[in-house]
């Protein structure tokens, strides 16, 4: 079992920025793909980025390129995903979650945190 637990989501004004954290906690051995996602109102859920932590590679959606961050600090067992240059239309509820693989599905998610951009 994996936990996964979601921060720094909150109020921002357009243009600002945004560090989100997932900090991973249990039986992780397996699990080292770490993904951002998000679900905005009356949306469907949409991937992000996500990283694998044994190599370090990153993917990311082309609409979040230059301007999401995802990083890993294995030593804190803490998933970061910078946001910058936020736009109202990035208002969601941020998920992370944890898988074997990138490009496989996830196994285990957390419960979110709410990103608000002000125009």
């Known amino acids: 079992e994996v936990q996964l637990v979601e921060s720094g989501g909150g109020l921002v004004q357009a243009g600002g920025s945004l560090r989100l954290s997932c900090v991973v906690s249990?039986?992780?051995?397996?699990?080292?793909?770490i993904g951002w996602f998000r679900r905005a109102p009356g949306k469907e859920r949409e991937a992000l980025s996500c990283?694998?932590?044994?190599?370090?590679?990153?993917h990311y959606a082309d609409f979040v390129k230059g301007r999401f961050t995802i990083s890993s600090d294995n030593a804190k067992n803490t998933v970061y995903l910078q946001m910058n240059a936020l736009k109202p239309e990035d208002t969601a509820v941020y998920y992370c979650s944890a898988g074997t693989m990138c490009l496989y599905g996830p196994d285990y998610w957390g419960k979110g945190t709410l990103v608000t951009v002000s125009s």
């Open positions: 990283i694998s932590r044994n190599d370090g590679s990153t």
């Open positions: 249990g039986s992780t051995f397996d699990e080292n793909a």
